[in-house]
């Protein structure tokens, strides 16, 4: 009896997901922009912080819906809103109007309310950052409006730098001009682990507003706020990660900080580089986590109605 001839395996694609559209709202006369994948009657709301030298694209990568957090989230019930962070997008320019990192965090409040205005939220809104996004997670969850959030993902973050990094930031700080693309391939690291036409960013790059690069004080201000975070916590870093220490040693580390979120879950992603919402690894991270965010959707109720407003 002859055996039939094996199919060669297809990659399988997502269930059919709403396009993901750009949305600008105005915060006080600043434009604030996102990308926004909305879904009738979703179970909750994730809104999405970009890291620093990219945009709201990170989460929605051009040529390559199987890695969008946006496409992936909507297709499993979630909307989500991908915000532009001040000083990028629409807000790039008004940097004078968000000097402060407290003015920075009302911004992103005001902005993430006034997408979600006539828009439903299911049983509330989870934040979810890479890198230098989240800095602002962190503010935004340890002041007395993150209470009513259903938790937080933090990604690409850890307490201590990888010694590649302190390196590549030593050389850079002593000839920027000559050590710069060493920073860059810290945060590239390993090539494999992108898409070629991926690796490197230049499809999602964007100029940082001059604020990135003055986080004097924040390592000693991130260990204040975040034990001031009530709500669940999901730690991310990447198997290849060089910009943060990782592996179990660096993720122990940062977990344990929260010390007042209710509940706190390491991963490391296989496969993975610091990058991780654009890596071949995206979809099977983005699952993961969204896993958690149902998770914690499951263990609320429906929000009263003069919750979720934090205008």
């Not at 001839?5 to 396009?19: H, I, K, Q």
């Not at 706020?225 to 592996?247: C, F, I, K, M, Y």
């Not at 993975?272 to 959707?297: D, K, P």
């Amino acid at each position: 009896m002859t055996s039939p001839t094996p199919t060669p395996a297809t990659e399988p694609e997502l269930a059919p997901a709403p396009g993901v559209h750009r949305h600008v709202v105005d915060v006080h006369g600043v434009p604030a922009s996102a990308l926004v994948a909305e879904v009738p009657r979703p179970q909750a709301v994730v809104v999405a912080l970009h890291g620093g030298a990219t945009t709201s694209a990170y989460f929605d990568h051009p040529g390559h819906p199987r890695l969008s957090l946006l496409r992936t989230a909507a297709a499993a019930g979630f909307t989500v809103i991908a915000v532009d962070r001040p000083g990028y997008g629409s807000s790039a320019g008004f940097e004078d109007r968000m000097r402060t990192p407290e003015q920075r965090t009302d911004f992103v409040f005001a902005a993430v309310e006034a997408f979600l205005r006539g828009r439903e939220r299911g049983v509330g809104v989870f934040l979810w950052a890479h890198s230098a996004g989240c800095e602002l997670t962190v503010r935004m969850a340890s002041d007395p409006r993150g209470a009513e959030l259903l938790g937080v993902e933090l990604a690409g973050m850890g307490r201590t730098h990888h010694p590649r990094s302190i390196r590549a930031m030593e050389e850079w700080r002593r000839d920027p001009t000559r050590t710069r693309p060493d920073l860059r391939r810290v945060l590239w690291h390993p090539p494999h682990a992108y898409p070629p036409d991926v690796h490197g960013g230049r499809s999602i790059g964007s100029a940082s507003p001059a604020y990135e690069g003055h986080r004097e004080g924040w390592q000693k201000e991130f260990a204040r706020l975040s034990a001031r975070v009530p709500v669940p916590v999901h730690l991310t870093l990447a198997e290849h990660e060089q910009v943060w220490l990782n592996g179990p040693e660096g993720l122990s580390d940062l977990a344990a900080m929260f010390t007042g979120a209710s509940r706190v879950v390491r991963h490391e992603q296989a496969g993975a580089g610091h990058n991780t919402s654009v890596g071949r690894t995206a979809l099977a991270y983005h699952l993961h986590v969204l896993a958690f965010v149902e998770e914690c959707a499951l263990g609320v109720q429906a929000l009263p109605t003069e919750k979720g407003t934090w205008g």
